[in-house]
């Protein structure tokens, strides 16, 4: 038998910062490092194609420093290094994670004709007051070109998820110093910012969010992800959204497998959607939460038409709008009823809230067959700590598991551990021990689930006391009020219970295979081989290999 640790791991905070780590708010600011300076930078835009100039805005305390460019895939392959380039301080607004940071442009560059479609990598590194190296990270897309890729992936890259986690500059969709009392989330937030630590690079032994141990009877969950961020100087979102966390997992092993990768921004989607056209498959993985309509339109277009959606991710939540041709990004989310203008406006279709809201009433489910509301927490404080690691699988006979040897009843992914942090699912019912989307659960015409393992919406823990509880509540209520109206306890009860599926359906010409879990990179990234078969199954099914 296997031994697993009971034990949470320990960083060595006392139990006054351990409840700071997960409850309260830290993020990065200019002059956090106190005397011994910074170095922070940002690129105006998320992604560029070949050829187009970079803009790269840097405020140091150093006079001069060093950049280097790494393209960072399969393998890590330098494309710039210069040194001696000239900084200076400069001054920064106070709700820069609103409004942008506004700095000057410190350095101007091309792209490469020769740079291939992929995550560009930037350090840049100084020397601090004492002598010892000041350093920051920052990362920009290289998109590709229009036109027919025959045999190419498209990746599109979470990165409304990116803008709506980073910490940088104290305010993101989830907390923030805005409001008369600075104390709430930024209903904008600017893509004019460094990313916050943790979202380009990550050591390897970063805890992810889903808890590694099986925790032992009736002990208070804990958070060690949260706990190492505030421990190492990380931003407490590290675990939850970014390149480093998700994306990069998809990419790399796909380059290391063999397959011909690009990588686009969700921008793409938004405001170029001509280029799914190039591609028989488009693929979206990790913690996807934050979509527009516009984004949603390109992809049923594209699958309509013929192409072929695979998402290997989770958490398909939020309506998003853009401003200033993509550089803010706005939801409302929970306030969204209350204070969207968009809510009181003629088309109450583009409010920024949850999906399945009436006002909005267009379900993830119709794009990518799942709703984040059917599903969400599995594997972390109290929803589901010692919950399935992988997906329970229901049709082993299905044309993703050949290959697998997989059996009716078995968990696919439990070695890699594919199943958490949150996930998205349906309403369902078991009938003779296969599972089917019940009739208003909104599925797609001749949807099959897959695999099904359980998920919770609400943080239920008689061990927890309710104040210390990071979770709670309040996403249960949220989502008992948008989908019933109403956030007492009957209501709840109704919604607390989820899933997390695969699902896979026809739609026009074309066909979509969603994985619905946050965690399906990190089996990747951990070697499971029968994530690892099926991920490879669907890519050469709709690759036509
Ligand atoms: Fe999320």
């Known amino acids: 038998m296997k031994m697993t640790s009971n034990q949470f791991p320990d960083f060595g905070l006392t139990p006054e910062q351990r409840r700071e780590a997960v409850l309260g708010h830290y993020f990065e600011y200019p002059g956090m490092d106190g005397e011994r300076g910074e170095i922070w930078c940002y690129t105006d835009a998320y992604a560029y194609p070949p050829g187009a100039t970079v803009r790269l805005q840097v405020s140091s305390t150093a006079?001069?420093?060093?950049?280097?460019?790494?393209?960072?895939g399969a393998v890590e392959t330098p494309?710039?290094?210069?040194?001696g380039i000239a900084a200076r301080w400069q001054d920064t607004p106070d709700q820069c994670s609103v409004v942008g940071c506004g700095w000057e442009t410190t350095l101007e560059f091309q792209v490469g004709a020769d740079w291939s479609s992929g995550a560009y990598r930037v350090t840049l590194t100084a020397e601090g007051r004492d002598r010892s190296p000041i350093r920051c990270h920052h990362l920009f897309i290289v998109r590709p070109e229009a036109g027919r890729k025959p045999g190419r992936v498209l990746q599109v890259a979470a990165t409304g998820s990116w803008t709506s986690y980073n910490t940088w500059?104290?305010?993101?969709?989830?907390?923030?110093?805005?409001?008369?009392?600075?104390?709430?989330?930024?209903?904008?937030v600017s893509i004019e910012r460094p990313f916050c630590r943790g979202f380009v690079q990550l050591p390897?032994?970063?805890?992810?969010?889903?808890?590694?141990?099986?925790?032992?009877?009736?002990?208070?969950p804990r958070y060690p992800h949260m706990e190492w961020a505030y421990a190492n100087g990380y931003s407490k979102k590290y675990a939850s959204s970014g390149w480093a966390s998700y994306d990069s997992h998809f990419f790399r092993w796909a380059e290391r497998e063999g397959y011909a990768v690009d990588l686009a921004s969700q921008h793409e989607l938004h405001f170029n959607p001509e280029i799914l056209d190039g591609y028989d498959c488009v693929v979206f993985v990790g913690h996807d939460e934050y979509w527009t309509w516009e984004m949603r339109d390109a992809v049923d277009t594209y699958v309509e038409r013929g192409g072929h959606a695979a998402r290997f991710a989770g958490n398909f939540m939020w309506q998003t709008r853009l401003e200033d041709g993509g550089k803010r990004q706005v939801c409302y989310k929970y306030r969204s009823r209350a204070e969207d203008p968009a809510y009181r406006s003629a088309d109450q279709t583009r409010?920024?809230?949850?999906?399945?809201?009436?006002?909005?009433?267009?379900?993830?489910?119709?794009?990518?067959?799942?709703?984040?509301t059917r599903g969400l927490y599995v594997g972390w404080g109290g929803c589901a700590p010692r919950g399935a690691r992988g997906f329970p699988v229901y049709r082993p006979e299905h044309w993703a598991f050949a290959g697998t040897g997989i059996y009716y009843g078995d968990i696919l992914g439990a070695e890699g551990h594919a199943f958490g942090y949150e996930v998205d699912g349906l309403d369902y019912i078991i009938r003779g021990g296969l599972p089917e989307p019940t009739q208003d659960s909104g599925a797609a015409d001749g949807l099959e689930i897959l695999a099904l393992g359980m998920s919770s919406l609400k943080e239920e823990s008689a061990d927890i006391p309710a104040d210390d509880q990071f979770l709670s509540d309040a996403d249960a209520k949220f989502v008992a009020e948008t989908l019933i109206g109403d956030t007492g306890e009957a209501a709840v009860d109704r919604v607390k219970r989820g899933c997390g599926m695969i699902v896979n359906f026809p739609r026009g010409k074309g066909e979509v295979f969603h994985a619905g879990s946050c965690e399906w990179v990190a089996a990747l990234m951990r070697g499971d081989a029968m994530v690892e078969r099926v991920t490879a199954n669907v890519l050469n099914r709709y690759l036509k290999r």
């Open 63 to 72: 006079a001069l420093f060093e950049l280097e460019i790494v393209r960072d």
């Open 169 to 188: 500059g104290g305010s993101n969709h989830y907390q923030g110093i805005t409001g008369p009392n600075r104390d709430q989330y930024a209903t904008t």
């Open 79 to 83: 494309v710039m290094k210069r040194s």
């Open 351 to 372: 409010t920024s809230g949850s999906w399945e809201a009436a006002e909005i009433g267009r379900p993830g489910a119709s794009t990518f067959g799942l709703n984040a």
């Open 204 to 220: 390897i032994d970063a805890p992810r969010v889903p808890l590694e141990i099986y925790s032992a009877m009736a002990v208070a």
